[in-house]
Structures are given as C-alpha cells and as structure tokens.
C-alpha cells in the first residue's frame, strides 16, 4: 500500500498517542473529521497499519532482557522463523555481518531468560548464539522505559487491555460493552491505566512504509560510564532504540533512516564521540517478526 503525505502524517500523530480522537487528528492533519476516520480506517483494513496498546513490561512480570546474535550452519531463515516462534522472541530479524540472525528475548526473570537461551542454543543449525543481557532500555520506540506510577487492579483492567491489545481504537462505548462496565467507568479505568504508564497506545507500522526502509543494528565498546553514552547516542534523531547491557559491548542500538547515506551518518557521528571505542555494525535485511504484546511463557 503506498501512502501520501496526509497518510504519513496521520501515522506519526497515532505512533506519539494511537488513540487520539478523529477531531484532534483531523485538525492536526488537516483533514475533515469523516476525512480523518476515513482514512485511519483505511490504513488499518489494509493491514499497513495496526493500532495496538503495548503494556509495560513489568506489568507483565518480564523483568529481564536480552540481545542475541546467533550464527548458523547454512542457511539462516529456517532457523529464524524457529526463533520467531517463542513467545519470548517480540522481534526477530535476519541481518548482514559476522552474524546471520539478531532477536530480542523478553521474559519472567533471568532464569527463563538463560532456559531461553539455552533452548535456542539448542535448535538445529544453530552455530552459537552471543547475548547481550540488556541493563536498561534507555530509548524505545514501542515500550515504555519509565516505571508505572499505578497497578493493574483487577481481572476487569486486564480485560481492558487485552482488548486494547488487540485493537488499541476501541471506542469507551465499545469496550465497556466488552468489559461488563458504563462508558463512564470504563473511560476512567482507561485513562488511568495509560495515565499511570501500564500501557501505551501506538501505531506499529514497518519503517519502510514512512520511507525509512533502512534498519541498521549496531553495538558499542565504550570507555567511562556507559549511561552518559548512551544517554547521548540516545538524543541522535535516527537512533530509533538503545538499550545498556552486560556481555560483548555495553550498548546496543537500531538507527532507522532514510537512505544508506544517512545510516552511514549516523555511524560517524557515533564514531566521532570520544568516549566511543568500538561499532559493531549491521544491516537488517529481513524482518522475521515484530511483535510486543507480550505475556509469560514457560520453556
């Protein structure tokens, strides 16, 4: 599906807050408010474009984290979508460089986290796998990174954002009918919940469709203190996620651009901190999964 301007815009407006209402939308875009439904209707249909709430982590009990770089004996996109599988695996992808595949784990504590690990170590044509255990998430397109300030209360807020999971537009009237509430109490418990940071509502859409077709992985040695690093390499515009970690390098990050120019830009300017000892750098050819409405999972 190809999108024009007024689409583009409406897709960053719905990646801040998914669940901005057709007026505001409208008026920001400058569309007519049937104009504005219109087409947000449209891009969900087509399925360019999912409106899903993404609930923190930790709300979920995943608490640990990490980044793997997994080589192969032959090719590698049999064992990716095996990887892609695990319910632990939101993101998985496979890439040029020293390695074949790159995935992030999410899951209930480090003990699951190693099990994972293991049991990926484990599938056929796997060569070895080289983990990254993620410290902080210090930018994140999608999650979270702060704490919530509120819990999940009851059964009825996981119902609301299970059905927020899978359609974060659900109108109040809507979702109250589903969840067994008035529109008025339902609204509350919603507002709370993404007010206190359980959940953020956002659009997931492929880079490539915003004209940002370039995905560049990429890891850093670094000398000093890691999060003043990290912390700057984080403010660049096309660093899309960077997360601190224990292992072979202390950061690991995504640069989302434009064109390879601009990937090849945002590398120097990386390079070129003072601090910076070492990139390690990849392209990501393929986008195996994608996908964060995660929950525990027992390997």
């Known amino acids: 599906m190809e999108l024009d ?13 998914g669940r901005l209402t057709y007026e505001t ?26 409106v899903v709430a993404i609930v923190h982590p930790a709300v979920r009990a995943l608490t640990a984290s990490a980044h793997l770089a997994i080589d192969t004996h032959g090719p590698a996109g049999e064992v990716a979508r095996r990887v892609a599988e695990l319910p632990q695996a939101p993101f998985v992808t496979l890439t040029s460089g020293r390695r074949a595949i790159m995935a992030e784990l999410r899951t209930a504590g480090f003990g699951e986290l190693e099990r994972t690990i293991e049991h990926i170590r484990a599938l056929a044509g796997v060569r070895a796998v080289d983990p990254l255990v993620a410290t902080r998430h210090v930018k994140d397109p999608y999650l979270l990174t702060d704490e919530p300030t509120v819990g999940v209360l ?32 339902t609204r509350s418990r919603t ?23 370039y ?36 950061a690991v ?13 945002t590398l120097e300017e990386i390079r070129g901190l003072g601090a910076v000892r070492e990139v390690e750098s990849w392209l990501h050819l393929e986008l195996v999964k994608e996908r964060y409405d995660l929950r525990p999972h027992a390997v």
């Open 25 to 50: 939308l409208a008026q920001r875009v400058g569309l007519s408010r049937p104009a504005a439904r219109m087409r947000v209707q449209r891009l969900q249909e087509s399925g360019a474009v999912r």
């Open 253 to 265: 990050g995504t640069i989302t651009a434009e064109s390879l120019d601009a990937v090849r830009a």
């Open 191 to 213: 507002l709370r919940l993404l007010d206190g940071g359980v959940a953020k509502v956002v659009a997931l859409v492929r880079p490539d469709m915003l004209g940002l077709g």
């Open 5 to 17: 301007q007024t689409d583009l815009a409406i897709v960053r407006e719905l990646q801040g807050d």
């Open 215 to 250: 995905l560049c992985g990429f890891s850093l040695r670094v000398s000093g203190r890691a999060a003043e690093v990290a912390e700057t390499v984080a403010g660049f515009a096309r660093v899309a996620f960077l997360s601190t970690c224990l292992g072979r390098a202390e």
């Open 154 to 185: 009851d059964a009825t807020d996981e119902r609301i954002l299970a059905e927020l999971e899978e359609d974060g537009r659900l109108p109040f009237a809507e979702l109250a009918g589903r969840v067994g509430l008035s529109a008025g109490a």
